[in-house]
């Protein structure tokens, strides 16, 4: 399987920064990356997918980017909305897998 | 709009067998890949695998001797059963759609079931 590591665990941030998190593949995935938010109590949703590809409907202060094994997610400037778990998922191989997650809170 | 909702037991004994249906409205299970993924604190978010409309499969090695995925279209519904679980079994099962006529990335969710395995 292709490892997935994510990094901050968690994120201490305050409205209005901006936010960066890495998920780094363990073998070269070309840009078969996908990023989704969960918040509590709801289903994950689909931010970014081919590392930099914004999904429908998702507000353009968020920001993918990287290819191979590095791969960032860029909140240019943090809302009261964006406090979640952000999640990296590589699609390169057939057993899909899934980062760690990044918890985002409030400092 | 699509919308997918799981359901099933919310308590499943060590060792028996898990089963859960999603089932899809606002659109059809047909020509689609259908994934069930599973959330808990302890290891975040996993494949568990996916089926096709037509019936194919492909499970996640972890799970794939236990794992056993089908669809009804005339119910537009897909299932999910797994066999002999433990309290690591504990966890949010989603069913996901891929996005367009992908496997993935995952475009569509489910809220989740929480099953915890108990006795």
């Known amino acids: 399987d292709i490892q997935m590591t994510q990094f901050p665990s968690t994120l201490s941030a305050s409205v209005g920064d901006r936010v960066t998190i890495t998920c780094r593949a363990s073998?070269?995935?070309?840009?078969?990356l996908a990023w989704y938010q969960q918040k509590p109590g709801r289903a994950p949703k689909l931010l970014v997918y081919e590392a930099s590809t914004l999904e429908t409907g998702v507000p353009s202060r968020f920001s993918g980017s990287g290819y191979g094994t590095e791969f960032t997610l860029t909140i240019s400037s943090l809302q009261p909305d964006d406090f979640a778990i952000y999640y990296c998922?590589?699609?390169?191989?057939?057993?899909?897998?899934f980062g760690g997650g990044t918890k985002v809170e409030i400092q | 709009q699509v919308q997918l909702q799981e359901s099933g037991p919310g308590l499943v004994k060590p060792s028996e067998t898990l089963s859960l249906t999603c089932t899809v409205s606002g659109g059809s299970v047909s020509s689609y890949y259908w994934n069930w993924i599973r959330r808990s604190p302890e290891k975040g978010l996993e494949w568990i695998g996916y089926?096709?409309?037509?019936?194919?499969?492909n499970y996640n090695p972890s799970f794939k001797s236990r794992a056993t995925m089908s669809v009804d279209l005339s119910k537009n519904q897909v299932f999910l059963k797994l066999r002999s679980v433990t309290a690591a079994d504990t966890a949010v099962y989603h069913c996901?759609?891929?996005?367009?006529?992908?496997?993935?990335?995952?475009?569509?969710w489910g809220q989740g079931a929480l099953v915890t395995v108990s006795s």
């Open positions: 998922q590589q699609y390169k191989s057939y057993s899909l897998t």
């Open positions: 073998q070269s995935i070309g840009n078969w």
């Open positions: 089926i096709y409309y037509s019936g194919t499969t």
């Open positions: 996901s759609r891929g996005q367009g006529s992908s496997v993935t990335p995952f475009g569509y």
